[in-house]
């Protein structure tokens, strides 16, 4: 068992109070009404799965319930940062699809 840091409630809690919702920063499309199938399709579905660094959107459920993300190693499972949503991460990423 590890702990999470929540910045939100600004402490460490245990990873059970937490559930990882996928990968971040996923711009919604402008006008989905304009979208093709295809970047419909794209936006609703298709994620990176790197082997490294990823930020990935998570949200304390079981404690505040808000959203944050995370840069995290998928390779070691290190976490490298926590920031909130609209935050930028200091770490980039390699999120090539
Ligand atoms: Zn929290």
Not at 26 to 32: A, K, S, W
Not at 77 to 87: A, F, P
């Amino acid at each position: 068992m590890f702990h999470i840091y929540c910045p939100h409630c600004c402490e460490y809690r245990e990873e059970e109070e937490f559930h990882a919702s996928g990968q971040a920063h996923i711009p919604r499309p402008l006008d989905p009404d304009a979208c093709t199938d295809k970047e419909w399709g794209e936006f609703m579905y298709f994620r990176a799965n790197p082997r490294g660094i990823h930020h990935e959107l998570w949200v304390h459920g079981a404690g505040c319930r808000k959203y944050f993300n995370i840069t995290r190693n998928t390779h070691t499972y290190e976490i490298l940062e926590v920031y909130k949503v609209g935050e930028k991460p200091s770490i980039v990423a390699n999120e090539a699809k």
